[in-house]
């Protein structure tokens, strides 16, 4: 649709956030249509879910013998050739060349599954994270979504919602409940940021 902004999702995995996303879009909830996923593996069932959508899915990854910046230039052409407006990180675990985060300054958005700053930063995802919030004894962890800055998880946050750490959680149980929140939550906040609702917040 002409009047929907044209959404780019970057993955690693399974794509669980992605299906959220997707799902959104197809009820009318989110001012977007996914465009294009990009995976940094070709290994991610995401690309799969993406592909039984019927939308545009590529393995992106930077050359062995390509520089950061040639691989930054290169994926910037890729997403404007696409006519790319916004880009949300879905499990993506790679850090985004300068060149695109400049480009697409506060338009792409991240969601962690912890509360913001703690247990942040390069290596801190999934079951890492989950892991960390219990042996650190924290009472709680949640959901942060944020937008997108040069460095890991740094970005100003535009969301949180708070989760009870129980007394016997594992990295597993406690992830599945934050998960829940992750895909209620993650499509809101996307459709938030096209419509503008958090400028000059």
Known sequence: ???????????SGGGSNLQAIIDASLRGELSAEVAWVVSSTPSAYGLTRARNAGIEATVVARNADESIEIYGERLLRDLQSRRIDYIALAGYLKLLPTVVVRTYRDKIVNIHPALLPKHGGKGMYGHHVHSAVIAAGDKESGVTIHLVNEAYDEGRILLQVRVSVLADDTPETLAARIL???HEQYPK????LIRGEYVNR
Request: net charge neutral; charged share 35%.
């Open 180 to 182: 829940v929140h992750e």
């Open 1 to 11: 649709m002409a009047d929907k902004a044209r959404l780019a999702v970057f993955i």
């Open 189 to 192: 906040v996307i459709d938030k």
